[in-house]
Structures are given as structure tokens and as C-alpha cells.
């Protein structure tokens, strides 16, 4: 069942029908991490360059390697900060579309059944925000066990498996069923949503791919919400 659903999933982000929420979450998820990334690096310019310079200027000439060394320390941990800020960053952009991403799903592919309503535009962005709060706080403690090797990618994959199997699951859910009763099902299937959730979370490793994350997420968990109901 979540096989399936995640084969029909990856098809259908880049079906013609959903070409255009396509685009609009590839574009504005671009924007926003190329912004973050000028953030992040002025922040740590301003805050850390200062005391970096004056220590390495202390250093003797021999200990100039050290310059290099802490050049490719701060990128890597630059990169590695914005990389744990994907999903979350991912999530907020698509969060603007990903209500018409799964009325063209439910329109073409379960026409026979009630059609599912979007949350009201108030309640998706606090919910929104509640996620990429949850999500940041949840990533920073794998950034911080960034130096354990290994260790933090499992944290990484586990709690973002975790988080968008629920998160999306509720999503999908509640179109039909209500916020409420969404958790509810969610609950009585806790099983397949974490399976779910790590299937996207495998996502989150692609790279580029891993830009639409939530947009597979969604689709993935409508075909998964169908095939549950009908069980």
C-alpha cells in the first residue's frame, strides 16, 4: 500500500496536472533558501569573524594551514545548517499550495468520492508555523551531533520521518475528515504513517528532488488516506 502510494506520488509530481503547483513550490522554496543562506552566512560573519580573525592572526606563520582548515569548517557547517532547514523551509513555501495539489489528486484520480475542503487560510499558517518551529527545534539537536558520525543522520531521518508522516498525513486527512478526526485516524494507523513518514524522509536525501519534498509528501498521503479508508 505505501509502496504504491509513493509510486503513484512520485509520477504525479511531475504529471502536467500538477506542473504549475510544481513550479510555484520549486521557485519559491529556491528563493528562500538562497535568502537563508545570505542570513545564515552574515549572521556568522558578524557574530564569529571577528574572534575567529583574531585568533588565527595570533597564530605563528607555520599554523597558516589553519586558515584553510577553518574556511572549510565554517562552509561545511554553513551548508550543513542550511541543509537541516530544508524541510522546514520546503514545508512553509508548498504550504500555500498544497491544498490545490490535492484537489487536482482527489478531482482526477477519486472523483466518485466527497470532495475534499481546504482549512481555513488562518489555520493552515498557524499550522504551518507550529511545523517549521517543531521541525527547526527538532533539527538543530541533530546539528548539534553533527561531529558524532553517523549518529546525526539517524536523528535526521528518524525525527523528520517522524514529523512529516504526521504532519502530512493530518493534512491530507483533514480535507475530508476535519482536524479533529483527522488525528483520530492518524492515531489508528500510527503504524503506516511512520512508514509513510520515512519514505518522504528518504526524499529529503535526494538532492533538488528534496526541494519538493512536501509537495511528494502531500500527494503521498492522499493516495495513502484513499487506500486506508477503503481498507
Do not use: C
Amino acid at each position: 500500500m505505501i509502496f504504491t502510494a509513493a509510486l503513484r506520488a512520485f509520477a504525479d509530481v511531475f504529471s502536467p496536472a500538477i506542473r504549475r503547483v510544481f513550479w510555484k513550490v520549486l521557485g519559491l522554496t529556491i528563493l528562500a533558501l538562497v535568502a537563508l543562506w545570505l542570513l545564515v552566512r552574515e549572521m556568522f560573519v558578524t557574530w564569529f569573524g571577528p574572534v575567529i580573525e583574531t585568533y588565527l592572526t595570533g597564530l605563528p606563520e607555520w599554523a597558516g594551514w589553519l586558515t584553510v582548515v577553518a574556511g572549510f569548517v565554517a562552509a561545511f557547517g554553513l551548508a550543513a545548517a542550511v541543509a537541516m532547514l530544508i524541510a522546514p523551509v520546503s514545508a512553509i513555501m508548498a504550504g500555500l499550495f498544497l491544498d490545490d495539489a490535492a484537489e487536482i489528486i482527489e478531482q482526477r484520480d477519486y472523483a466518485q468520492d466527497a470532495p475534499g475542503k481546504a482549512l481555513p487560510l488562518s489555520q493552515s499558517l498557524l499550522s504551518s508555523l507550529r511545523f517549521f518551529l517543531i521541525v527547526v527545534a527538532a533539527n538543530l539537536v541533530a546539528l548539534l551531533l553533527l561531529l558524532v558520525p553517523g549518529v546525526n543522520l539517524i536523528i535526521f531521518f528518524l525525527v523528520n520521518g517522524y514529523l512529516l508522516g504526521r504532519e502530512y498525513f493530518e493534512f491530507a486527512a483533514s480535507r475530508i475528515l476535519g482536524a479533529d478526526q483527522a488525528r483520530a485516524f492518524r492515531a489508528a494507523n500510527a503504524g503506516t504513517v511512520l512508514v509513510a513518514g520515512f519514505v518522504v524522509a528518504l526524499f529529503l536525501f535526494i538532492p533538488i528532488l528534496n526541494l519538493l519534498t512536501p509537495l511528494f509528501a502531500a500527494i503521498l498521503m492522499v493516495h495513502l488516506n484513499k487506500a486506508l479508508a477503503k481498507r
